[in-house]
């Protein structure tokens, strides 16, 4: 286990104090830097940084970013939230860093569905059967893996299928 612990600090944003969602830092006991490049294969990075070692991912809206001895995630609902994020990304760390043997580490951008072609797919109707207001939103959330063909329900069955297709081909099931 490389990963045992964490302090957990939740705060709102200084420069506007109004706004609803918290943030949280996981200030780390050890230094997970040597994990970094694994974590970046397993959970497909959207920014990694090799100095000072980092890699982002943006995951249901969220931006999560792991240094070596701190991660930093944005835009959480609530402690609660944040908390399962930890818990989840904690397992992973420790997971990736078990399996490291196995693993191709990666130390570049790993490539992310188009926001264009998720779009092509839809039935651009802008129903708000989904929940969300326009099929360009809902191309957005699948983007960052917080929709996925099954949640679109006019979506046609023969697009059903290449949507999911599709976003099978990228690593986009996280903690949900």
């Known amino acids: 286990m ?5 302090r957990k600090e939740i705060f709102r944003a200084e420069c506007n104090p109004s706004f609803e969602s918290v943030h949280c830092f996981a200030h ?6 040597e994990v970094l490049p694994y974590l970046n294969t397993e959970l497909g990075g959207d920014h990694f940084v090799k100095d000072p070692p980092s890699v982002t991912f943006r995951i249901h809206g969220r931006l999560i970013t792991v240094h070596a001895r701190k991660i930093a995630i944005n835009a959480l609902k609530d402690e609660a939230e944040a908390d399962k994020i930890l818990t989840w990304l904690k ?7 078990e399996h490291r043997s196995e693993i ?3 130390f570049e951008n790993t490539p ?12 651009k109707t802008n129903c708000r059967e989904c929940g969300q207001p326009t099929c360009m939103v809902f191309s957005a ?10 949640d679109c329900p006019p979506l046609k069955e023969e697009n059903r299928g290449k949507l999911r297709e599709y976003l099978g081909s990228f690593k986009l099931d996280y903690w949900d």
Do not use: H, R, T
Not at 2 to 6: A, D, E, S, T, V
Not at 91 to 97: F, L, T
């Open 28 to 33: 780390l006991d050890e230094d997970v830097s």
């Open 91 to 97: 397992s992973q760390i420790n997971d990736a860093w």
């Open 141 to 150: 959330l699948a983007v960052e893996g917080g929709k996925g063909a099954d």
């Open 112 to 123: 992310k569905p188009k926001l264009i072609e998720i779009l092509k797919l839809l039935p």
């Open 2 to 6: 490389l990963l045992k612990g964490y």
């Open 104 to 106: 191709e580490p990666c």
